[in-house]
């Protein structure tokens, strides 16, 4: 589970420094993450606590095909229990790697932004927060304040209407809930936040309506795919192609433990 291909449509790849996590909102109930943990054991021997993979840190090192990287698909990089030097070594990596795109997703917005000063936000960084319910809006204040080329939004398993402030926000995902217990989704709120971005000219992205699986209620909205990206994507893309690229860095040029 460190470094697969993915089947989320707004990402490529997954690189996962560090596994296991806490539930913190709404949005954690029915945790992919988790449940992934519980049903693959042999692969996650700590189970679902927070777990430091150094090892892995120079995985995108071997990875010569640009690509969008999700960070830490099982885990949240701004937990408490992982330390400021091991997320430098994260961002330095990153550094190292300018052909891959990084999106980096929290939902501990208040660790990130109290870090921010202490780390370097390179171009290809995108981060973004979960916002599930109205009543996490305020982790777009946060994320506002740090700066990172790209700050996206995931409103994903969206849980009811939102009401954003898109100030300084460069792409939303949305999506519903998928899985036996999934709450459902209706598609009002996805429209009335379509409409949000489309007035604030913000990227908008609609990765599914969910169901008792992922796809089962499609992706369709007024009968369209939404699956825009933010400019800085074809910007990316015009710059570094999708063919393989030779990097020039060396695993034991980084300064880190792996
Ligand atoms: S923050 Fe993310 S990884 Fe952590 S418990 Fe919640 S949903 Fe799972």
């Not at 910007?235 to 570094?240: A, G």
Request: hydrophobic share 35%.
């Amino acid at each position: 589970m460190s470094s697969t291909h993915t089947g989320i449509e707004w990402t490529d790849k997954t690189w996962n420094p560090t596994t296991g996590c806490n539930k913190v909102s709404p949005g954690c109930l029915h945790c992919y993450a988790e449940a992934l943990t519980k049903r693959f054991p042999n692969n996650f021997k700590n189970g679902f606590d927070l777990t430091l993979h150094p090892e892995r840190l120079a995985e995108p090192l071997k990875w010569r095909t640009p690509s969008r990287i999700f960070v830490n698909s099982m885990s949240d990089l701004f937990h408490e229990d992982v330390p400021l030097d091991f997320i430098q070594n994260v961002f330095e990596v990153i550094h190292k790697t300018p052909c891959h795109i990084y999106q980096i997703l929290t939902k501990r917005p208040e660790r990130l932004l109290e870090l921010s000063s202490h780390l370097e936000f390179h171009e290809n960084i995108w981060l973004g927060v979960s916002v599930e319910n109205q009543n996490y809006v305020e982790r777009i204040n946060y994320l506002r304040q740090v700066p990172a080329a790209v700050r996206f939004l995931s409103c994903e398993p969206l849980l009811g209407e939102l009401n954003l402030d898109l100030t300084d926000i460069h792409w939303v995902i949305v999506g519903g809930e998928s899985g036996q217990k999934h709450r459902p989704l209706k598609t009002e709120w996805v429209e009335d936040i379509r409409n949000q971005c489309q007035e604030a000219e913000v990227a908008f992205f609609f990765k599914q309506i969910g169901g008792r699986t992922s796809k089962a209620g499609g992706r369709l909205l007024d009968g369209i795919i939404w699956e825009e990206m933010p400019d800085a994507w074809k910007q990316h893309q015009r710059k570094w192609g999708n063919t393989p690229v030779k990097l020039k860095v060396k695993k034991q040029n980084l300064a880190i433990t792996a």
